[in-house]
């Protein structure tokens, strides 16, 4: 689920490094992702040695030459571990600092007292969406899974029960509302509204999370009753600790890069002037990176300090925040450019070709082709920019909100069902201690759940407005 930025989204499609016939990359894909699964279930290898067995298999069923198919792959891994690489070793870094200041106890202490019982996983649903609105998905996670994963464990709640909501309203605010990349790509394709698009898409983004999250959640539990894995849980403050960071201290600390991040977004709409000063400095505060490293930076004062500790032990922590997570790096990596050798043997490109000729209504066709090509690629973000650019066209005889539908259908059709070739797959399977087959019932059967439902709300609204 790597995430583009606009620029990157404007450049042209990459040429496929093979000339194969729509029968050989359909038959080249589903050996490719076979390989991977057949590698991680039957023989228990690594993931991150199975993705990249399996992208080389996939070049070679298409018909690819093996040096150019081993250039796709090591240009998505670098591609993905560049875009959230860093992000996530902030992040553990924030997590860590959190965790051993006292600062995430004082949190999860302060939910637990103020949301127990059968509202935990409403309240999960509203911070999650909250502070999704305005971060990339990979940021969203490993700010919240963290928290997730303590409250589950120390509440004694079912992990599912918590995590599912959480995952739900980082992923649909994602998908359905601008400013994220992909819903403001297509906004520009179809020539929609903005405001109209940002007012329907909170719309029909309400509905969808409350079913994909705390309903949905009630029955992952009963499927998947896993413990929080304690490998990934921020071991409780040490008691001898002499205090902990205030609450409001630790809530600032969490929230800086969303309200940076947030005011870039802001900043974006209001201005639009690529030129203007005030512009281009929220576009470098509010980058991911400069919001996570000035959370870092304002941490080893308001959460640190405070708890005692001094620069040898500043630097020890730091140095145990980044071990933790250097698998998770590279099988999201290898997710990455098992993605790249997917795009670039021409799946995608294949996908449009076919669906050229369907003769539906313009909202499902768009739901349909970003499903198509996200079920190809594993990318959101791809999916929505194929399918608003074939689809563009037919917006032209189109009203306001109409257009503005069109946008949140094809942002719909992008969450269908992630799978082994999606980079989120492995993030949340690694983060919550999951088996492949665990994954697919929770996290991918959610985001197939947010897909329908999203769809289902814009075809009826269509009906409506």
Known sequence: MTRLSVEMLAADPVEPITSAGHAQLGIAVLAGIAVIVLLITKFKLHAFLSLTIGSLALGAFAGAPL?????????????????????????????????????????????????????????????????????????????????????????????????????????VMHGLVPPHPGPLVAIDAVKADLGVTLALGVLVAIPTVVIAGPLFSRYAARWVDVPAPDKMIPQRASEDLEKRPGFGATLIT??????????????????????????????????????????????????????????????????????????????VGAGGGFKQTLIDTGVGAMILDISKDWSIPALLLAWLIAVAIRLATGSATVATVSAAGLVAPLAADMSTTHAALLVLAIGAGSLFFSHVNDAGFWLVKEYFGLNVGQTIKTWSVMETIISVVAGGIVLLLSLII
């Open 254 to 331: 969490i929230m800086l890069p969303v309200i940076l991040m947030l005011s870039k977004a802001l900043v974006d709409i209001v201005i639009d002037d690529k030129e203007n000063t005030t512009q281009r400095v929220f576009d470098v505060i509010g980058s991911p990176l400069i919001a996570l490293l000035a959370s870092v930076l304002l941490g080893i004062f308001t959460l640190l300090r405070p708890a005692g500790f001094g620069k040898d032990r500043v630097s020890g922590l730091v140095e145990k925040g980044l071990a933790p997570i250097a698998g998770i790096l590279l099988i």
């Open 67 to 171: 040096d150019k198919a081993i250039t796709s792959f090591t240009t998505g891994l670098g591609t993905t571990v560049a875009g959230v690489g860093v992000l996530i070793a902030l992040g553990a870094i924030l997590g860590k600092m959190l965790a051993d200041s006292g600062g995430a106890d004082q949190i999860v202490d302060t939910i637990l007292a103020k949301a127990g019982g059968r509202s935990m996983p409403w309240a999960m649903v509203l911070i999650a969406s909250v502070i999704g609105l305005p971060l990339f998905f990979e940021v969203g996670v490993v700010l919240l899974i963290p928290v997730v994963l303590m409250v589950a464990k120390r509440g004694n709640y079912s992990l599912m029960r918590i995590g599912i909501p959480a995952l739900a309203g980082l992923s």
